[in-house]
Every structure is written in structure tokens, then in C-alpha cells.
């Protein structure tokens, strides 16, 4: 997605001690864009890396995401160390390829491979600001990326992206455009990239979305379920 922005945006990606760092300096403020992922997977995270990804992220109000398995077990504490406290964690989710329930709406979606639908459906659906509609116009197309749109008569009114790496696929950007939420769109969207994914022989789908706040779980989360995701853990975010 970054290597995708438009440029005077300034998104850049840099991997930095086996983590992937993102920093948008457009939006500053925003966490969800200037943030490290994959944290002490690939390899474990040494004090040094950790000030570099800092580093990186500079004056940004950024989120280091943090798996259960990310070594070494001193990590919470060195990021505690620079001001970094837990935030509100994700669920991440799996699902085998197997077919996927019947979705019912009166939605029409379709698989894009040009983005100014799927670019409006997604950055109003997030109410994210402008300059995101152009962005995610790119994507579709892309390599890897495989991209839905439902649609209300002519109207774009959701979508949702695929990205397929080898055996695995990806589901994100899964948004519906507040007026025509409860029409079903998310179900449908996803129900697509179910279907696509398998016909493109991935063998595992993976998604995320916020965690269950007091024992609550939010529409992303009732949509994954439904869908045939299975929570496995909560990635804990870390926010400065």
C-alpha cells in the first residue's frame, strides 16, 4: 500500500530489524499510519533496532504492534522504557479456504480492476480524509492486490481488499459508507474474497479488527466470525 501513495503525501516504509516501519508524515497524528509491524517474529528485537525504529518514527504518535510470541520477553519493558504504553490491542483471525456462507443482500458486488469506486467506497467508509481516496484508487490492479466493490444500483456502497502473498491472503480495507450500512455489504464483500481467495489457491486467510471492548464485540469482529474467522490472539498495540 505504501509503495502505492501518490506523491507530496509522505509515506515511507523502511524494514528495520526484521520489523516493517511505516511513517506517513502527512498525518503525524494518526497511528494507524506511523507504526512497526512484526515486531520480534522473524528474529528477536535488540535494544539497538528498537531505538532505530524509533528513530524512524520520530516525532509521530506511532504504534509498535506487539504478537504473543515476540521475543525477547524484555520487549514490553524496553518500549515501556520509551514511552511507549499498551493501547487497544487487535484479534487477529484465521480461516481455511472452504466455502463460505450465503450472504444476503441486495447489493451487487463486483471484483474492480480499475479504483475510483473502490477508492470512494473505502476512504468514505472509513471517513478517513481526502487524499485517501486517490491513494487507495491505486491499488487495484496491483500486483497481489485483488479488490470488491458492492454496489446500490450505480452507487458504490462498500468494499473490502485481498492481497495474496504465495499461500496466503490477506483481508483488509473492509469498509461500508455510512449511509448504506445495514445492507449487508460487509458480508457480501467478504463472502467475494473468500471465494476469490480459494480459487487462487491460498491455503490460509488471515484478517483483523479491534478486540472485544468489556466482553463487546464490534460489527468487524460479528462480520469475521460469520464469515468462518476464527480469533487465534490479540496483537497488542503499543502507542506513544
Not at 34 to 51: I, K, Y
Request: glycine share 12%; with cysteine.
Amino acid at each position: 500500500m505504501y509503495a502505492a501513495a501518490p506523491d507530496g503525501v509522505g509515506a515511507q516504509a523502511k524494514e528495520i530489524g526484521g520489523a516493517l516501519c511505516l511513517r506517513l508524515d502527512s498525518m503525524p497524528q494518526a497511528p494507524m499510519f506511523n507504526r512497526a509491524l512484526g515486531l520480534g517474529l522473524d528474529e528477536p528485537v535488540t535494544e539497538d533496532a528498537l531505538d532505530r525504529i524509533v528513530d524512524f518514527l520520530d516525532e509521530t504518535r506511532a504504534l509498535l504492534s506487539v504478537a504473543p510470541e515476540a521475543g525477547p520477553a524484555q520487549l514490553p519493558e524496553w518500549l515501556q522504557a520509551r514511552q511507549f504504553g499498551p493501547g487497544y490491542g487487535w484479534t487477529k483471525f484465521t480461516r481455511p479456504p472452504s466455502p463460505p456462507a450465503e450472504a444476503r443482500t441486495d447489493l451487487r458486488v463486483e471484483r474492480v480492476e480499475t479504483g475510483e469506486a473502490f477508492g470512494l467506497a473505502a476512504a468514505r467508509g472509513f471517513e478517513v480524509p481526502e487524499l485517501f481516496e486517490g491513494w487507495l484508487a491505486q491499488l487495484p490492479g496491483r500486483e497481489g492486490w485483488h479488490c470488491f466493490v458492492a454496489f446500490d444500483g450505480d452507487q458504490p456502497a462498500g468494499a473490502g481488499a485481498l492481497y495474496v502473498n504465495g499461500r496466503i491472503g490477506w483481508f483488509g480495507i473492509g469498509a461500508t459508507i455510512p449511509e448504506h450500512r445495514g445492507k449487508g455489504s460487509q458480508s457480501a464483500v467478504l463472502a467475494k474474497r473468500i471465494e476469490a481467495a480459494t480459487a487462487l489457491g491460498c491455503e490460509i486467510l488471515v484478517s483483523e479488527t479491534g478486540k472485544p471492548v468489556e466482553g463487546r464485540a464490534g460489527p468487524s469482529y460479528r462480520n469475521l466470525v460469520r464469515a468462518g474467522f476464527e480469533p487465534v490472539y490479540v496483537r497488542e498495540n503499543y502507542e506513544r
